[in-house]
C-alpha cells in the first residue's frame, strides 16, 4: 500500500495540496477525479517524487520518506523501481522502434539480458494486440496504438503500481476505448493502477476506489458506488456538469 500524510505542496504562494492524507490500496484500482486544476496531476506525481511536495510524508512498503528532508538518489531509485508512469502523450522515442521503445529501460535499470527483456516485451505486445508492430517506428503508428505501447514500456519494468495521468485525454473516442479496454483488462488481473481521468463511465466500470479532489483538498476518499449513486450535492453537480455559477446564472 502507498499511504501519503499530511501532503502539502504550494507553487509560490497558491497550496496546491491543502494536508492532504489518503491511501492507495494493493492490487486495487484508485481512480483520483476532480475538476480542471484541482491537484489530481500533482497530487499524482507526488507519488514517485516528479512532483516534491514541501512537507509530508510517503510510505511504500518497505520506504518510508519525509518530504521535507533531503531524498537521496538510491531512495528515489528505490521509490520509481516500484511505479511507472503513463502520461498524457505517450513519449515514446521517435529514433527508436517499438520493440527498443519497450525494452531499453528493462535493459538499463533493471539490468535485463536483451533476451529476457525482448522475450517479456513480445508478450507484452501480443497482450495489447500489437504483436506485429514490434519492428515499427512510432510515428508509423495511430495515437491509440502509441498509447498501448506506452502502457506495455511501463509494464515492461514489472512496476508495483501503474500511475496513469489523464491516459486517454489526447486520444478520439474510438482509440480511447482501445486504450481503455486493455487497463480495464490490468485492473481485471488486480495490477495496482492509480489513474486520473475524466471518463466517468471508465472511472465507473474499474475503480475499486474514488478519490474526489478539489482546492488541494480531498472530498470524497471512497467506494464507486458511494460517489455514484450516492453523491453529495458537490459531486452531484460535478458529474452533471454544472458548476456553481451556472447554478447561480439559471437563478
Known amino acids: 500500500m502507498i499511504s501519503l500524510k499530511n501532503v502539502v505542496k504550494k507553487y509560490g504562494s497558491k497550496e496546491v495540496l491543502k494536508n492532504l492524507n489518503v491511501d492507495f490500496p494493493d492490487g486495487k484500482t484508485t481512480v483520483i477525479l476532480g475538476p480542471s486544476g484541482s ?4 497530487l499524482l506525481r507526488s507519488l514517485d517524487l516528479l512532483v516534491r511536495p514541501e512537507s509530508g510524508t510517503l510510505d511504500f512498503g518497505d520506504i518510508s520518506l519525509d518530504y521535507s528532508q533531503p531524498v537521496s538518489k538510491k531512495k528515489s531509485f528505490d521509490i520509481r523501481k516500484k511505479t511507472s508512469m503513463v ?3 505517450w513519449n ?3 529514433n527508436l522502434t517499438v520493440l527498443q521503445n519497450i525494452t531499453t529501460a528493462p535493459m538499463t535499470v533493471l539490468k535485463q539480458s536483451k533476451v529476457d527483456a525482448e522475450k517479456h516485451a513480445k508478450i507484452l505486445l501480443g497482450q495489447v494486440g500489437l504483436a506485429e508492430y514490434a519492428d515499427r517506428y512510432p510515428s508509423q503508428l495511430s495515437g491509440g496504438q502509441q498509447q498501448r ?16 495521468d489523464e491516459p486517454t485525454s489526447a486520444l478520439d473516442p474510438e482509440l480511447e476505448t482501445q486504450v481503455l479496454l486493455i487497463l480495464g483488462e490490468l485492473s481485471k488481473m488486480n495490477q495496482s493502477m492509480i489513474i486520473v481521468t475524466h471518463n466517468m463511465d471508465f472511472a465507473r466500470s474499474v475503480a475499486d476506489k474514488i478519490v474526489f479532489v478539489e482546492d488541494g483538498d480531498i472530498l470524497f476518499d471512497g467506494t464507486p458506488d458511494d460517489f455514484f449513486n450516492h453523491p453529495t450535492t458537490r459531486i452531484r453537480d460535478f458529474l452533471s456538469g454544472i458548476t456553481f455559477n451556472d447554478n447561480e446564472a439559471l437563478k
Open 149 to 164: 505501447i506506452s502502457i506495455c514500456r511501463a509494464l515492461a519494468m514489472n512496476p508495483e503500481y501503474i500511475l496513469l
Open 39 to 42: 491537484g489530481k496531476s500533482t
Open 92 to 94: 515514446l522515442f521517435p
Open 87 to 89: 502520461f498524457q502523450n
